[in-house]
C-alpha cells in the first residue's frame, strides 16, 4: 500500500473544507440539476476548472466559488465540453454561488 503524498495529504484536507461547508449551508444534493440527475445519490465535488489548474494552488480545490456538489450523472456531463461548453459551465458556478 502506498503512503498518502504532500499533494493527496493536501487533497484530504481540501475535501474535508468544502465538505464543512456543503454542511453548514445545507446542501445535500446536485446543484446542477441536468436531465437525468440523479439527485442526492452519487455525489461529488465538482471544480470549475480541472483539476490540474488547481495542482500549484489547493487553497482553490476547497473555495467554494470553485467547487459545487453534483451527482455523477451531471458532472460527466459538466465535464464533457462536447455536450456543455467553458461559458455553460461558467454559468452554472455563478447561479450557485452568485
Known sequence: MNRIGKIGRANL????KID???I???IYSCEI???GCTGNYNLTRCHK????NYRHDLSLLSDP???ILG????HNILDDR???SKQESDNIFKRQRP
Request: glycine share 0%; proline share 0%.
Open 82 to 84: 462536447s455536450k456543455t
Open 65 to 67: 466559488e470553485e467547487v
Open 13 to 16: 484536507e481540501a475535501n474535508k
Open 24 to 26: 453548514d449551508n445545507e
Open 20 to 22: 464543512e461547508y456543503f
Open 33 to 35: 440539476r441536468f436531465k
Open 71 to 74: 451527482c455523477q450523472h451531471c
Open 49 to 52: 476548472e480541472k483539476r490540474e
